[in-house]
């Protein structure tokens, strides 16, 4: 009897051996990212050049040869608890420093008052600038970036949640990155970027174990994106750890019964 129960329990183990080693060999290919990037040609990149929106909160620095009649353009640093007007002009955010982009896509500009900028570009803003600014300055030059580009990241990630984007150029692979990386059980081949155009929600999957998700126009992301990592199938739910959790236990109580019964019997 005693040794049935030894070689039933040595098949067993034998068998939950075999299974795991082929499971695990499959899902450590599942977790290998850009799987034939090294023989794959020239992957072509769609750099982004995000236009300016409504809400956004932009920094606006300036520049000219003369830097006394340049101070009265540039923005103080402050700050408040809701938006207003300081004396110059310039509009201050609850955020902080910078100009924000009203409902009618406008920014306030000493001087120069109402300037469209909903729809151009950074560069596009600074140029407008830089020609209006010409009246009252010499040589102006004007730098335009975005104050408020965040993303968030939900989902199988190490450390989900808001991330503020240090450049525009920020890919996908740099969001989980920020993110302390996937956990044990994310699903790299169905990455969910939502994304909003032109007041629509946009949704998009990517596969980040190809290398053709290079050439998405998702793979850079925009401000305010979602990115949402999905769990594996193998991850167990709450049920499922509660009933793994028992099986190990009486697992532990029946090798504890063995041994106890081949030590009595010797």
Same mark, same amino acid.
């Given at each position: 009897?005693l040794r049935m129960l030894y070689q039933g329990a040595a098949m067993v183990t034998a068998l939950f051996l075999l299974i795991a080693c082929g499971a695990s060999q499959k899902n450590h290919q599942q977790r290998i990212i850009l799987q034939g990037i090294d023989t794959a040609e020239e992957l072509s990149l769609k750099i982004p050049n995000p236009v300016i929106k409504k809400g956004d909160l932009l920094t606006i620095l300036i520049y000219s040869d003369?830097?006394?009649?340049?101070?009265?353009?540039?923005?103080?640093?402050?700050?408040?608890?809701?938006?207003?007007?300081?004396?110059?002009?310039?509009?201050?955010?609850?955020?902080?420093?910078?100009?924000?982009?009203?409902?009618?896509?406008?920014?306030?500009?000493?001087?120069?008052?109402?300037?469209?900028?909903?729809?151009?570009?950074?560069?596009?803003?600074?140029?407008?600038?830089?020609?209006?600014?010409?009246?009252?300055?010499?040589?102006?030059?004007?730098?335009?970036?975005?104050?408020?580009?965040?993303?968030?990241?939900?989902?199988?990630?190490?450390?989900?949640?808001?991330?503020?984007?240090?450049?525009?150029?920020?890919?996908?692979?740099?969001?989980?990155?920020?993110?302390?990386?996937?956990?044990?059980?994310?699903?790299?081949?169905?990455?969910?970027?939502? #994304?909003?155009?032109?007041?629509? #929600?946009?949704?998009? #999957?990517?596969?980040?174990?190809?290398?053709?998700?290079?050439?998405?126009?998702?793979?850079?992301?925009?401000?305010?994106?979602?990115?949402?990592?999905?769990?594996?199938? #193998?991850?167990?739910?709450?049920?499922?750890?509660?009933?793994?959790?028992?099986?190990?236990?009486?697992?532990?109580?029946?090798?504890?019964?063995?041994?106890?019964?081949?030590?009595?019997?010797?």
């Amino acid at each position: 009897m005693l040794r049935m129960l030894y070689q039933g329990a040595a098949m067993v183990t034998a068998l939950f051996l075999l299974i795991a080693c082929g499971a695990s060999q499959k899902n450590h290919q599942q977790r290998i990212i850009l799987q034939g990037i090294d023989t794959a040609e020239e992957l072509s990149l769609k750099i982004p050049n995000p236009v300016i929106k409504k809400g956004d909160l932009l920094t606006i620095l300036i520049y000219s040869d003369n830097k006394e009649a340049t101070e009265q353009f540039n923005q103080a640093q402050s700050g408040g608890s809701t938006s207003a007007t300081m004396a110059n002009g310039s509009q201050i955010s609850a955020m902080g420093r910078g100009y924000f982009v009203d409902n009618n896509g406008e920014i306030l500009i000493h001087k120069i008052g109402q300037i469209k900028s909903a729809g151009l570009t950074c560069q596009g803003l600074a140029d407008e600038l830089q020609k209006q600014l010409s009246l009252y300055l010499l040589n102006p030059y004007v730098i335009v970036r975005f104050a408020n580009a965040r993303i968030t990241v939900l989902g199988e990630v190490t450390r989900p949640g808001v991330i503020d984007m240090p450049g525009v150029k920020v890919s996908v692979f740099d969001a989980i990155g920020f993110a302390g990386d996937f956990t044990n059980f994310s699903r790299r081949d169905n990455i969910l970027v939502v #994304r909003e155009i032109d007041g629509k #929600r946009v949704s998009k #999957r990517l596969d980040l174990r190809s290398p053709d998700v290079y050439s998405s126009d998702f793979f850079y992301l925009a401000s305010n994106d979602l990115v949402y990592v999905e769990p594996t199938r #193998r991850k167990p739910t709450g049920n499922e750890q509660v009933l793994l959790r028992n099986v190990t236990i009486g697992s532990s109580i029946v090798s504890v019964l063995v041994l106890i019964i081949s030590i009595i019997r010797r």
